[in-house]
């Protein structure tokens, strides 16, 4: 069994700054891409940012050069840093990795419990 743990989140001012983690544990043999995606209110989830397991990096068009992913493989976790917030970055945000769990499949896919970001005009 996979599990995401998620921490940070929270309230912040508009122009403030938050800090997402997420560490993987279980059974891993290696981990895709990982990412953060958000959900507003009766809306799909969407992606903010991704990263591959090399270190590429993927951002919405929203929050290039506020947000910046990064991830430690060697502690499987993954990062959001989040400067320069705005009240529409107010969501639930979602971590997501692509587990490997055994040789015979690929990858699948596994998501946190989801953490609220607030921020305040």
């Known amino acids: 069994q996979v599990q995401l743990t998620e921490s940070g989140g929270g309230f912040a001012q508009a122009g403030g700054s938050l800090r997402l983690s997420c560490e993987a544990s279980?059974?891993?043999?290696?981990?895709?891409?990982m990412g953060w995606y958000r959900q507003f209110p009766g809306k799909p989830r969407e992606l903010v940012a991704s990263?591959?397991?090399?270190?590429?990096?993927n951002y919405d068009d929203s929050v290039k050069g506020r947000f910046t992913i990064s991830r430690d493989n060697a502690k499987n976790t993954v990062t959001l840093q989040m400067d320069n917030l705005k009240p529409e970055d107010t969501a639930v945000y979602y971590c997501?990795?692509?587990?490997?769990?055994?040789?015979?499949?690929?990858?699948?896919?596994?998501w946190g419990q989801g953490t609220r970001v607030t921020v305040s005009s």
């Open positions: 279980g059974i891993i043999l290696r981990i895709t891409t």
């Open positions: 997501n990795a692509g587990v490997v769990v055994t040789t015979t499949r690929l990858w699948d896919p596994y």
């Open positions: 990263i591959s397991n090399g270190g590429l990096t």
